[in-house]
Antibody, heavy 121, light 108 residues
Framework: EVQLLESGGGLVQPGGSLRLSCAAS????????MNWVRQAPGKGLEWVSA????????SFADSVKGRFTITRDNSKNTMYLQMNSLRAEDTAVYYC??????????????WGQGTLVTVSS | EIVLTQSSGTLSLSPGERATLSCRAS???????LAWYQQKPGQAPRLLIY???SRATGIPDRFGGSGSGTDFTLTISRLEPEDFAVYYC?????????FGQGTRLEIK
């Protein structure tokens, strides 16, 4: 059974940093692209970042480019999102989502339950 | 960036009725790489449809997807109580992958 478990969310001041983790199980982690998708309170879904199976290819939404970094440790079946220079508009539930392939195009067949990030003073 | 517009913000229907949800793209979606997700309160999204018309594993056949190019539709043939939720379309053929703003399906 595929499971994705996010952690690391919490309350952080504007300008601060946070690192999210997504622990995966139930599939060959290194064979699939992984993504972060966020949802601001009461709002819709917004793609944030993607990473290839090897970790060698990454992409970011313009809204987070230069502030967020995505990495993965395939030996630990875990993906990370390092978030720096956080802003109030980054407040959201952050979901990790498994791609259906390591290659474009792919959609998301499994999602974690999400971790809430609140940026506020 | 492809903008997806889901025309109905909220759809009010009764169990047993047919639901038709639309998703219009600002430009043609490559190879109809269009997915639909269902999200219930406090839960993660769940994949329903991919490739515009293919049902995901375990999805009941009352859910159907259709369309091509810029106009796509999710149809629920006979609404069950558990179908009342928010539905999002997503295009994954172009970067950045984008979502529609969602349609809330509520019980009338």
């Amino acid at each position: 059974e595929v499971q994705l478990l996010e952690s690391g969310g919490g309350l952080v001041q504007p300008g601060g940093s946070l690192r999210l983790s997504c622990a995966a199980s139930g599939f060959t982690f290194s064979s699939y692209a992984m993504n972060w998708v966020r949802q601001a309170p009461g709002k819709g879904l917004e793609w944030v970042s993607a990473i290839s199976g090897s970790g060698g290819s990454t992409s970011f939404a313009d809204s987070v480019k230069g502030r967020f970094t995505i990495t993965r440790d395939n030996s630990k079946n875990t993906m990370y999102l390092q978030m720096n220079s956080l802003r109030a508009e980054d407040t959201a539930v952050y979901y990790c989502a498994k791609g259906t392939s390591n290659y474009y195009p792919y959609y998301y067949d499994y999602w974690g339950q999400g971790t809430l990030v609140t940026v506020s003073s | 960036e492809i903008v997806l517009t889901q025309s109905s913000g909220t759809l009010s229907l009764s169990p047993g009725e047919r639901a038709t949800l639309s998703c219009r793209a600002s430009q043609s979606v490559s190879n109809n790489y269009l997915a639909w997700y269902q999200q219930k309160p406090g839960q993660a999204p769940r994949l329903l449809i991919y490739g515009a018309s293919s049902r995901a594993t375990g999805i009941p056949d009352r859910f159907g997807g259709s369309g091509s190019g810029t106009d796509f539709t999710l149809t629920i043939s006979r609404l069950e109580p558990e179908d009342f939720a928010v539905y999002y379309c997503q295009q994954y053929g172009s970067s950045p992958r984008t979502f529609g703003q969602g349609t809330r399906l509520e019980i009338k």
